[in-house]
């Protein structure tokens, strides 16, 4: 177990004093029985009025309201919390779904939903086709082996590209590129699984690096807002896979929301009234610190710059 602080702030900056339209958060992590959170904080410039809501996903989302005009908005998120989870955890799957195919179980079928449907153009099965090489052809298809086998082939075959245009790349741009950002990574995964017949979702939130505590290998993406995809296994539930760095398991991912589609999964989306012009640029920073119970803070811990 460790204990983990996330500091994750956003600035606006503009021309003038402008007005802004209400903005929406998703900063809080989800509670369970591998992260449970400690303290909460979030301070905007100028004030807000700040109401909660769990949305269709039960994610905590913050709407934030602004009397106020400014030529400045800033969010800072400060989360405390203790975090448990193993790499590459023993999975225990059902028998019946050990081997691939599998069918879910009716009771299944209907709670997965839409996670089981593609949600993006493949006209020439460019996805299908990338995803059936890591079938087995001479023999019985291991459903956990080929899913490993997928999720490290993106980090060993595609290239880590921040970017940091809006949006997420569709699954075939970065198919055909072969780099993208942890956040395409993960669509082009959950795109890939949905098109073999299983269910995936994507997840935001954040990667804690283990160098921070004097880890050999520095995470990829990590001390940035960060992206991968869970795929339901019976009897094992939804397991996390991480391609950016070709890691299973919730070792080091804080998990801040869980989500159909990656649009759905925005940390911070807002609005001002102005002219195009009127806006000069925003800067995120998001620092991430560990420490051991009874200790402070770990003094390797740095800043980075975040990828929204």
Same mark, same amino acid.
């Given at each position: 177990m460790?204990? %983990?602080?996330? #500091?994750?702030?956003?600035?606006?900056?503009?021309?003038?004093?402008? =007005?802004?339209?209400?903005h929406?958060?998703m900063? =809080? /992590?989800?509670?369970?029985?591998?992260?449970?959170l400690?303290?909460?904080?979030?301070?905007?410039?100028?004030?807000?009025?700040?109401?909660?809501?769990?949305?269709v @996903?039960?994610?905590? $989302?913050? $709407?934030?309201?602004?009397?106020?005009?400014?030529?400045?908005?800033?969010?800072?998120?400060?989360?405390?919390?203790?975090?448990?989870?193993g790499?590459?955890?023993?999975l225990?799957?059902a028998?019946?779904?050990?081997?691939? /195919?599998?069918?879910?179980?009716?009771e299944?079928m209907?709670? +997965?939903?839409? *996670?089981?449907?593609?949600?993006?153009?493949?006209? #020439?099965?460019?996805? +299908?086709?990338?995803?059936?090489?890591? %079938?087995?052809?001479?023999?019985e298809?291991? *459903?956990?082996?080929? +899913?490993?086998?997928?999720?490290?082939?993106?980090?060993?075959? @595609?290239?880590?590209?921040?970017?940091?245009?809006?949006?997420?790349?569709?699954?075939?741009? *970065? +198919?055909?590129?072969g780099?993208?950002?942890?956040?395409?990574?993960?669509? %082009?995964?959950? #795109?890939?699984? =949905?098109?073999?017949?299983?269910?995936?979702?994507?997840?935001s939130?954040?990667?804690?690096?283990?160098?921070?505590?004097?880890?050999? #290998?520095?995470?990829?993406g990590a001390?940035?807002?960060?992206?991968?995809?869970q795929?339901?296994? /019976?009897?094992?539930?939804?397991?996390?896979?991480?391609?950016?760095n070709?890691?299973?398991?919730?070792?080091?991912?804080?998990?801040?929301?869980?989500?159909?589609?990656?649009?759905?999964?925005?940390?911070?989306?807002?609005?001002? @009234?102005?002219a195009?012009?009127?806006?000069?640029?925003?800067?995120?920073?998001?620092?991430?610190?560990?420490?051991?119970?009874?200790?402070?803070?770990?003094?390797t811990?740095? /800043?980075?710059?975040?990828t929204?």
């Open positions: 460790q204990h %983990l602080t996330v #500091e994750h702030s956003t600035i606006y900056r503009y021309a003038r004093p402008v =007005r802004f339209g209400e929406r958060l900063f =809080r /992590p989800r509670d369970s029985h591998d992260i449970r400690i303290s909460t904080g979030i301070k905007i410039t100028p004030p807000a009025e700040i109401r909660w809501l769990h949305d @996903f039960n994610n905590s $989302i913050a $709407i934030a309201s602004f009397s106020d005009m400014a030529d400045t908005l800033e969010f800072v998120s400060t989360i405390t919390l203790e975090h448990y989870g790499d590459y955890p023993d225990t799957l028998p019946y779904a050990r081997i691939f /195919p599998f069918t879910y179980s009716g299944e209907a709670d +997965l939903g839409r *996670t089981l449907e593609r949600h993006y153009e493949d006209p #020439e099965h460019e996805v +299908l086709e990338w995803a059936r090489q890591f %079938l087995n052809r001479e023999g298809t291991h *459903t956990y082996d080929m +899913l490993i086998a997928m999720n490290s082939a993106i980090n060993a075959r @595609f290239s880590y590209a921040r970017r940091y245009d809006l949006g997420t790349q569709p699954p075939l741009e *970065t +198919l055909r590129k780099s993208g950002s942890c956040r395409d990574f993960a669509l %082009l995964m959950m #795109e890939a699984v =949905r098109s073999l017949g299983l269910a995936a979702r994507f997840v939130g954040y990667l804690y690096d283990p160098v921070l505590d004097g880890g050999s #290998e520095s995470m990829v001390g940035e807002t960060h992206a991968w995809v795929v339901y296994l /019976p009897g094992a539930g939804w397991v996390e896979f991480d391609p950016t070709g890691l299973i398991g919730g070792a080091n991912l804080i998990r801040v929301a869980v989500a159909r589609d990656p649009s759905q999964a925005v940390p911070l989306q807002g609005s001002f @009234f102005g195009a012009s009127d806006f000069i640029d925003m800067e995120v920073k998001v620092t991430v610190t560990a420490r051991q119970a009874g200790q402070g803070a770990s003094p811990s740095r /800043p980075l710059v975040a929204l």
